[in-house]
């Protein structure tokens, strides 16, 4: 059956699968050329879009055994919005010595449902990184007044455009974000816009730019 991140791509938790395949079966068997092969594993198998696949439970015990935290947290983000989020299950299926159950018990202890709005690596950090410096979490990819930001904080009327190098680097991604920005300040909203190095490199100057702005926001 599939298994591991495989088998959390293709239940939809996670956006990209591994680079092998990763399978489990009963028997003891030979990894075969780009599949990775969990042997000697009695688990039930499920029959999800046709493909024998590990339940979601078991799923997210070995995401969390195998892959990046952030992808945990996402995943479990992703079921909260699915409303497929099933915490008592969750928690029966990790147990002393078993792989992932730390990981698992700790991104059920700080899960946050708005990580499933969040579109790719920098808007996850930019999320996480609110979490670590205990900034007011805000909306994310949402619209304001017509037009979809990144992120958002209502009561203040702060925006935070996040510029990855994919969608913000050409001539007419530039205008149109330069448009978009215009049109929100004639809103009277203040709009920010951080880059992958001023998250990553400079959060300090991050915090301290974003906070003043949401500070001078709240009292107007």
């Known amino acids: 059956m ?83 989020l099933d915490l008592p299950a969750l928690e029966a299926i990790c147990g002393k010595g078993k792989p992932g159950s730390e990981a698992l018990r700790r991104a059920l202890a700080i899960h946050q449902p708005r990580l499933a709005d969040t579109n790719g690596p920098l808007e996850y950090d930019f999320f996480a990184w609110c979490e670590r410096w205990d900034v007011p979490l805000p909306l994310v990819n949402v619209r304001v007044h017509g037009i979809l930001v990144d992120a958002w904080w209502a009561e203040p009327g702060v925006v935070v455009e996040l510029d990855g190098g994919d969608n913000h680097s050409s001539r007419a991604q530039i205008r149109r974000d330069r448009a978009n920005e215009i049109a929100l300040r004639a809103h009277g909203l203040n709009v920010l816009r951080y880059d992958w190095d001023l998250v990553h490199s400079q959060p300090q100057a991050v915090y301290d730019d974003l906070m003043a702005t949401l500070s001078s926001g709240s009292a107007r």
Request: net charge positive; glycine share 6%; charged share 25%.
């Open 2 to 84: 599939l298994s591991h991140g495989t088998a959390a791509q293709w239940h939809g938790l996670i956006d990209y699968p591994p680079q092998v395949i990763d399978v489990s079966t009963p028997r003891k068997s030979n990894p075969q050329p780009g599949i990775r092969v969990y042997g000697r594993r009695r688990l039930k198998r499920n029959i999800y879009d046709g493909i024998p696949v590990t339940s979601i439970p078991q799923t997210m015990l070995d995401l969390a055994a195998t892959a990046d935290f952030k992808l945990v947290r996402k995943a479990l983000a992703r079921l909260d919005f699915r409303h497929e």
